[in-house]
């Protein structure tokens, strides 16, 4: 099992900019993929971002493409979201999430380990 705590949710107008991160403990943080999820109020929640566990292979749903990036740091077992261009529609909890393997997936089942959301809140 790997515990998972995120940071850097917040308040900010849209437009603007923030950098999620997301401390990774329990097993060898370089052997799975890592990945984000976000949940708005009334919403299902939905695949943001992931990465491969050595950081070379990346995928993003297409309502972030081209605003969010995801990387990691594997000396730091930590992952990073990096959200620019925010809209109000970005407004949600974000979740850091573990699989256990290398492969990407966009299926919420497939990780098995989340952390407990960080409030991301994007005002027009």
């Known amino acids: 099992q790997v515990q998972l705590v995120e940071s850097g949710g917040g308040l900010v107008q849209a437009g603007g900019s923030l950098r999620l991160s997301c401390a990774a403990s329990?097993?060898?943080?370089?052997?799975?993929?890592m990945g984000w999820f976000r949940q708005a109020p009334g919403k299902e929640r939905e695949f943001v971002a992931a990465i491969s566990w050595s950081g070379g292979v990346t995928d993003y749903a297409d309502s972030v493409k081209g605003r969010f990036t995801i990387s990691r740091d594997n000396a730091k077992n930590t992952v990073y979201l990096q959200m620019d261009s925010l809209k109000p529609e970005d407004t949600a909890v974000y979740y850091c999430v573990a699989g256990t393997t290398s492969h990407l997936d966009r299926a919420p089942d497939f990780y098995p380990d989340w952390g407990q959301g960080t409030q991301v809140t994007v005002s027009s």
């Open positions: 329990g097993r060898t943080f370089s052997s799975y993929a």
